[in-house]
Structure formats: C-alpha cells, structure tokens
DNA sequence: GTTGCTTTTTGTCAAATGGCAAATGATTTC
DNA sequence: GAAATCATTTGCCATTTGACAAAAAGCAAC
C-alpha cells in the first residue's frame, strides 16, 4: 500500500484526507498465474496498481497468432484504457503471468475520486501520459531493429523477466518465433 | 487558420475571446519541402499546427540508418514533445518533407497562453494524448507483421501519402529495404 | 526414481528479406 | 532536347527468419 502511495505522489501532491480517501477505495485482489484482469469481448470494469507479479497485455491479429502487447511489472497501473473509459468492449486480454497481487478500484468508485479530489484528475492525467509515452518508447523501435536487436532491447527494458515468464510470450511480444528466440538465446552467449 | 479552431473546438470548448488571444499568438510558417522544423542536438523552440503539407519525424539509430517515427499529415499538430517540454536537446529531426505551410507558437507564447486560458491546458492534454494514442495504435502493431502487411498497415493509416512522398521514407517508417518495398508493391499489384 | 506434462532447444528445409550494384524511369536544370 | 540528378525497379546471392518436427531439459506429482 505505502508503494502506491509513493507511486501517486510522484505525480502530485495530495494530503493525508485524500491519501485516505483513495486508500478507502482500494481493494486488495490476488490474482493466480494465468488469471485475466479483464478480457476480450467484456468492458474493463476496474483499474488496478501492481503489487506483486506480472502482467501482460495481449491480443489475437488477423491471422489468429496471439501478440503480447506489453508486459507490467510491479509498481505499476494497469488497466484497459480504451475499454474502461469508453465502456466498450475490449479486444486485449490483460492476464496474470505470475501469482499477482492488485490493488483494485471499482469503476464507480474511481469516478467518485475523480470527483472527489480535485487534484486527482491531473495526477491521473499524468499517469496515463506517462504510461503511453512508456509504450511509444519501448515498442515502435522494434519495428526497424533485427530479431537480436529486439532481444536485447528487451532485456534492457525488462531486466528481471527473461528467468519469470515464458519464452513464448517474449517471442510475441518481440514479434518473432520462439525457435528463433531460443536461436538467438544461444547465439549471445 | 479556421482549421485550427476547429481542430482545438474538438478537444474542449473555448469563448470567442478566448480564441482570439490563441490566434493573436499564431504566425504562419512555410516550410519548404526538406526544411527542418526542429532538429537533433536542439532544444525545440516551437509548436506548430500543420495547414499544408506533409511532415515527418526521424532519427538515426545506434547502425546509423535513419528510421522514420511517424509523419504528420494536414490538421494535426507537430512539435517534438520530449525536447520542447523538457528543454532538453532532441536526438530527432523534425522535417517537411512536401512543401509546408505551418501555424505555429513560440516557447514563450505557449506557456502564456497556459497561464491565460484557464481550458487551454485540458485541451492541450486531450491533444497531446491524443496522438500519443494514436503513435502506440499505428506503428507498435507493425512489430509483429511481415513486410507486406506492414506496407498494408500503412496505406490504410496514411492512404494519401504513397504518391507524394519517397518510397524510401516509407520503407524507414515500415523497417524494411527500399528495395523490399519495392518489390512488395509490384506483388500486390 | 519414474511418469506425465510443459517449455526450451535444435535440425532441416523453405520462404522472406537484406545488401549491393546495375538498369530503368522520372524530374530538374540549363 | 540533352545532361545531370535523384528515385525506383530489378537481378543476384547471402543471410535471416519461419514452419514443422523431434529431441532434450525442467518441473511437479506420485
């Protein structure tokens, strides 16, 4: 909980009434390994801040291979933007990769500290800036590098993940086979 | 320049005033074709809204070829963010690549209007997001396509562009040879 | 340890793509 | 219109990557 807290007051300043407002709203959610936060098809329904855990966000292209979009580690949101503040159906799943820990607010009761807590829409504001400067920054360059450029981007991004996730995922979301990554593995020894 | 009100009218509402103290700070810019609009090892000093013409953003990555970021099409604003915001030197290039006609806002015309125009600052965080939204949704799907569906990709998101700038632009967006390029497009002829 | 299951590595072959250079085509300049 | 310049296409060959399948390794349950 202090690592959320500590989270949001990087984006602003907020007293102890609505830290305690907030923290009123948040609940705990455990999710096991293979778990979905929210799924394809359904509408987001909440937002959550990593804990513990891995996440992924993925979803099926056109000619049905399954492409991780991104990955979230701890200490960090997660939620499906579009579907949740639109409340349209979302065509990502986001699924635990490993045992996760969440904290989780509800839709209503997020729109209750938005209108609640005056500074809180622009630390949000700010998050989610953040959040999609992340995804501008770490995925479009792959587009023009090598299978082994790739790689190594990704393990500069995501230090700790090569040993906890499957190599599968790593290979969707670099856009290559896992045969090739597993080459490649071997090749930058 | 009735085009610019319109564009910003879509993100939040603004009085008559309120548009003519934005319009007051404008100046019209023409960019010929290959002038650069801000550049790498400069700190951008300007925003800009593009009337006319085509603009692409580029750099050179650590192989020393250049990539293609994205280009900005008529109606849409054009500034290097990371630069212009953090006054930090830019590894970009900012570029027309047509002959360009511009409105455009010094650094300190900018921040005047922030501090006047009480929506201003919503506004431009709705645009700022906007295009960040849609710099994630355009090119990190490309990451895990061939060359031919990239090539498709991108003549859906920029259907005008194919006939009026090089094909080796395209083909530094799509992170393929000119040479591929070139043939992909005589394949699905 | 053995078994069953999943993940990773490896081999083989085919297809896609890149690098280079030459040829062709288009555009500008004089 | 000829020359010069730049953009695009094409051919050739090398390399990378994918598809598929089999082998090997890791892991948990018994």
């Given amino acids: 909980m202090k690592d959320f807290i500590n989270y949001i007051l990087q984006f602003g300043d907020l007293n102890q ?3 305690d407002l907030i923290i009123n709203k ?3 959610l455990e999710l096991p390994k293979d778990a979905y936060f929210s799924e394809a098809g359904k509408i987001a329904q909440q937002v959550g801040f990593v804990l513990e855990g891995v996440i992924r966000v993925c ?7 399954e492409i991780t979009k ?3 580690v701890e200490n960090n949101m997660v939620v499906d933007l579009e579907s949740f503040e639109n409340e349209i159906c979302s065509n990502a799943y986001v699924q635990a990769i490993t045992d996760c820990k969440l904290l989780v607010f509800s839709r209503k009761d997020w729109k209750e ?6 500074p809180w829409e ?3 504001h700010k998050i989610i800036s953040k959040a999609l400067r992340q995804k501008v920054e770490r995925r479009s360059p792959l587009v023009t590098e090598d299978a082994t450029t790739r790689y190594v981007m990704f393990l500069k991004i995501y230090p700790n993940l090569v040993n906890l996730i499957p190599l599968s995922y790593i290979a969707s979301y ?5 045969s090739s990554l597993s ?5 930058i020894r």
Same sequence: chains 1, 2.
Avoid: H, M, P, W
Wanted: charged share 15%; aromatic share 12%; no cysteine.
């Fill in 174 to 178: 670099l856009g290559i086979t896992q």
């Fill in 122 to 124: 622009a630390i949000v």
């Fill in 183 to 187: 080459r490649i593995r071997k090749s």
């Fill in 17 to 19: 009434q609505q830290i």
């Fill in 113 to 118: 500290l938005l209108d609640t807590i005056i």
């Fill in 26 to 28: 948040a609940t705990v």
């Fill in 70 to 72: 991104y990955f979230i």
């Fill in 59 to 65: 979803y099926y292209n056109n000619k049905g291979e």
